[in-house]
T-cell receptor
Framework: ETGVTQTPRHLVMGMTNKKSLKCEQH?????MYWYKQSAKKPLELMFV???????ENNSVPSRFSPECPNSSHLFLHLHTLQPEDSALYLC???????????????FGAGSRLTVL | GQNIDQPTEMTATEGAIVQINCTYQ??????LFWYQQHAGEAPTFLSY??LDGLEEKGRFSSFLSRSKGYSYLLLKELQMKDSASYLC??????????WGAGTKLIIKP
């Protein structure tokens, strides 16, 4: 148990479907992140939320829509995705203290998404 | 541009020592991280270096040279469970992480 839980672990969807990924942490962290992990590529940061406010959106297509209702929960809403969006989507959390210390990320195990 | 380079794959023998290198070119430097990721699992934090030198933690050590833009992760007394991907990441000037593509380490008996 990593402290960050992601559901579902696996998702297969068609290009016209609408689905959501869920992330939950009870570590008392105040920052949450969505990353995309594709085979043999570096982790791609998608979105960052600090204290429920979105602070980063790394040019992510609008077919990905994040939602952070509170500091413990993070969603990624998916609609009209494309086959190249198939990847592992990782959620992470951390304490906001970027000017000192390690500010270590705690990751969930990811949601494996396949778009047909 | 910003870039993190690490070998794609390495193979080592159980009980031996392996060194995984990471070189980086980033705008600013605020620390370097190593994470371990077993197949199908979450990446987990291994080490953090912000000053030059060697940080030792059990069988794992991490080294940093800021002037050379270079780090390595040293794994001693390799065990089969060390088979995993090892991710190098640098925190740049905006305090966001820049990631390498990871090194897949295969341990053979």
């Amino acid at each position: 148990e990593t402290g960050v839980t992601q559901t579902p672990r696996h998702l297969v969807m068609g290009m016209t479907n609408k689905k959501s990924l869920k992330c939950e942490q009870h570590l008392g962290h105040n920052a949450m992140y969505w990353y995309k992990q594709s085979a043999k590529k570096p982790l791609e940061l998608m979105f960052v939320y600090n204290f429920k406010e979105q602070t980063e959106n790394n040019s992510v297509p609008s077919r990905f829509s994040p939602e952070c209702p509170n500091s413990s929960h993070l969603f990624l809403h998916l609609h009209t995705l494309q086959p190249e969006d198939s990847a592992l989507y990782l959620c992470a959390s951390s304490r906001i203290d970027s000017t000192s210390g390690a500010n270590v990320l705690t990751f969930g195990a990811g949601s494996r998404l396949t778009v047909l | 541009g910003q870039n993190i380079d690490q070998p794609t794959e390495m193979t080592a023998t159980e009980g031996a020592i392996v060194q995984i290198n990471c070189t980086y070119q980033t705008s600013g430097f605020n620390g370097l991280f190593w994470y371990q990721q077993h197949a199908g699992e979450a990446p987990t934090f291994l080490s953090y270096n912000v000053l030059d030198g060697l940080e030792e933690k059990g069988r794992f050590s991490s080294f940093l040279s800021r002037s050379k833009g270079y780090s390595y992760l040293l794994l001693k007394e390799l065990q089969m469970k060390d088979s995993a991907s090892y991710l190098c990441a640098v925190r740049g000037s905006n305090y966001q992480l820049i990631w390498g593509a990871g090194t897949k380490l295969i341990i053979k008996p």
